[in-house]
């Protein structure tokens, strides 16, 4: 009876999951945790050198806490940018019984918050998300299986990360991960990507507020010719090389432009999938006369063969449920 009342609970309320939750698979690199080992303030980042932390003194043996800082390098194999900022406090919690750790019934290394600013490769802002729960041990229930650990919630998020929750998860990394991961308060952080530092990974079950959504007309129709406007077809089907249509909603927030006084899609990357295959956008703006909507134009690439293909669009790495279109 429990179950019941929680499956129709489900169904009337539309609790999401993870299986609906849109991955985002983010490295990170040079990243430095500065470690709070000195009080003396006249010290803090003073020294441009590599400096170990507690190299003037004895080591605590558990709840130290300090700051992390790292650069955000891609987003599903994408090149990114942005930052990635941590303050976290040791905790040492252990299932035995262990001198300096705390026990507990988890393994868990630090409680953590932490702030995620993505930009895209040219430095245009995208957004921002928050996280926060615990660094090490094992991962939550639900995490992809290429998750090796760590237990963070996401909070929320600002521009195209508004009102997003989802779970965080640290993944292996391709190569030498570094060696290097913390660094006395008195080492100066303007100098991080010089002196080097950590390489690491996350995956991010991202549950957004909204999704993209291709705008589907009466009849079915969601695509069209460039060249004239008219609707693709079983009649009149799009061909490879062909320049296409489609409207768009949810694409996030919009930044004013000189090309198009409505505004522009700013929070990408915008990415349009054929079948798999990634299309050329020749322009993405809003629409004139649907002010709701954007107007994507973009090219059927080589590959395409199905007479039934596959479209889908999305932005910050958001991806739009997949609508169907003739091809030839």
Do not use: C
Not at 174 to 183: D, E, F, H, I, L
Request: aromatic share 8%; net charge neutral; charged share 15%.
């Amino acid at each position: 009876m429990k179950s019941l009342r929680l499956a129709v609970f489900a169904l009337v309320v539309g609790v999401a999951t993870t299986a609906s939750a849109q991955i985002l698979d983010i490295e990170i690199n040079n990243g430095v945790f500065y470690v709070y080992d000195t009080t003396d303030l006249s010290t803090f980042a003073t020294s441009p050198a590599v400096v170990p932390p507690w190299s003037g003194g004895p080591s605590p043996r558990n709840f130290f806490s300090g700051v992390f800082i790292a650069d955000i390098v891609s987003v599903n194999g994408q090149p990114a940018r942005g930052v990635m900022v941590r303050r976290g406090t040791r905790v040492g919690l252990t299932t035995n019984q262990v001198p300096g750790q705390a026990i507990a019934d988890t393994i868990r290394g630090f409680i953590d918050d932490g702030v995620w600013e993505i930009q895209t490769a040219d430095g245009t802002a995208v957004g921002t998300f928050t996280t926060h729960g615990f660094i090490g041990g094992p991962p939550p229930p639900g995490a992809p299986t290429a998750a090796t650990g760590t237990n963070l919630a996401v909070t929320g998020g600002t521009g195209a990360f508004f009102g997003v929750g989802g779970q965080l998860t640290a993944a292996p990394v391709t190569g030498s991960p570094g060696t290097r991961v913390q660094a006395s308060l008195t080492e100066d952080p303007a100098n991080r990507r010089i002196n080097g530092g950590n390489r690491s990974r996350f995956l991010v079950q991202l549950l957004p507020a909204f999704r993209p959504e291709i705008v589907v007309a009466p009849g079915g129709r969601a695509v069209f010719h460039a060249a004239d406007g008219r609707p693709v077809t079983t009649g009149h089907r799009a061909t490879v090389g062909e320049e296409l249509t489609m409207y768009a909603r949810n694409l996030g927030p919009r930044l004013p432009s000189a090309a198009d006084a409505g505004g522009q899609i700013a929070t990408g990357p915008l990415q349009v999938v054929i079948d798999g295959l990634a299309a050329d956008v020749v322009s993405a703006a809003v629409d004139s006369q649907r002010p709701d909507a954007y107007r994507i134009n973009f090219v059927v690439p080589d590959g395409v063969t199905s007479p039934m293909s596959t479209l889908s669009v999305s932005s910050a790495w958001v991806s739009s449920t997949p609508v169907q279109f003739p091809t030839r």
